[in-house]
């Protein structure tokens, strides 16, 4: 949670819930397809009260590669209204950041988008 949402309920096994709070506004909510580590997990998203985007609609499939002594990181993300797309493409690149900067042992600080006056176009997830 220290590069991505505030609270998170996490069952990280085929069919296990995957929520997470992002920001008091934004709660994503899926199932996990795929779960093996360390190299892949495949888990539904949606906003749990969305009707553009609802719970489970969409796709995400992570893969994490090892290359020369550290790790690249491959998300695709599938299943998006057009509509959905550049503010996921945009939160994406977002909370990657904050990973890199945790996995290199930094510490991302508080995520500028969960705070409750937070204005960032339409990124919403």
Known sequence: MQWIGLVAELEPHPGGLFRVDM???????GRYLEVR???????????????????GSSTVEIVLIPDR????????????????QEAHRF????????????????????????????VHGSHRS
């Open 23 to 29: 920001n008091h506004r934004t709660v994503v909510r």
């Open 69 to 84: 002594g550290g790790t690249r990181v491959e998300l695709r993300h599938s299943g998006l209204p057009g509509s959905e």
């Open 91 to 118: 939160g994406w690149g977002h909370y990657i950041a904050r990973l890199k900067t945790r996995m290199e042992g930094g510490d991302p600080g508080p995520d500028p988008y969960a705070a409750p006056d937070a």
């Open 37 to 55: 580590p360390p190299e892949r997990v495949v888990f539904t998203w949606g906003h749990e009260d969305g009707t553009v985007l609802p719970a």
